[in-house]
């Protein structure tokens, strides 16, 4: 049989791994267990060059689709990031980095952002796009990253954006816990979990480049357990 483009929808995948080879992109686990080797195209799609029929029948059964979520708290929206947004995020990525982020490397963190287990958004302020902000979800944990580039935001609409996503995270996962690691430096940023409810369980020295190690904080937020 013949190898053809197999596009993979976003949702039926679980986890993406390394590739092993220096030209790969992307090794992915897909909910069913089953894995293959994924490459993203001009469009933002995940594709896979395959003659699996295994996978091909799987695939095309499946025909899930992958829908935009829009989450909007008063003056506050959350929209899933998707590839029309690429120029913005090399804005704000290079504009407080050192490492220069490439065209390629902004692709591939929007088309890995999507999983079964996994969604990132862009935060929208009257209309205006100021941050993202995501999970992850190991076990029963979902780890949080919440990242305003634009502009200051008051404390109350920062708990808007913090309710949107804690909200639409326990409506559609059991989830236990919600953690994230946060520089010790980042006053502002560890205010803002301080906030929401969140306390500083461990800490830990991690590398940021090279020759540089910095101090984190492990915060974590205990919910309800489900019967």
């Known amino acids: ?10 949702v039926l995948v679980e986890r993406h791994y390394p590739h092993p080879e220096e030209y790969g992109e992307s090794i992915i686990k897909l909910v069913n267990g089953m894995t293959t080797d ?13 003659n699996d029929q295994e996978l091909i029948d799987y695939i095309n059964n499946e025909k899930k689709e992958e829908n935009l979520i829009i989450l909007t708290k008063q003056s506050v929206q959350l929209k899933t990031l998707e590839y029309l947004y690429k120029d913005i995020l090399a804005k704000w990525f290079n504009s407080l980095d050192n ?3 490439n065209e390629e490397n902004i692709i591939y963190f929007i088309s890995h952002s999507f999983t079964s287990l996994s969604h990132q958004f862009i935060i929208s302020l009257n209309n205006e796009k100021i941050g993202l902000c995501g999970f992850s979800i190991v076990n029963k944990t979902a780890y949080l990253n919440f990242d305003f580039y634009q502009k200051k935001i008051s404390q109350k609409e920062g708990t808007n954006v913090f309710k949107l996503l804690s909200t ?3 409506e559609h996962y059991l989830i236990e816990e919600m953690m994230t690691i946060i520089l010790v430096e980042d006053i502002k940023k560890l205010l ?3 906030e929401n409810g969140f306390s500083n369980i461990a800490n830990s020295i991690i590398p940021t480049s090279k020759t540089e190690y910095k101090r984190v904080y492990l915060l974590a937020k205990k919910l309800p357990k489900y019967n």
């Open 99 to 101: 490492f220069e982020h």
């Open 38 to 50: 994924v490459y993203t195209d001009e469009n933002g799609k995940l594709f896979s060059i395959t």
């Open 1 to 10: 049989m013949d190898t053809i483009k197999l596009i993979i929808p976003r």
């Open 168 to 170: 639409y995270l326990k």
């Open 192 to 194: 803002f979990y301080y």
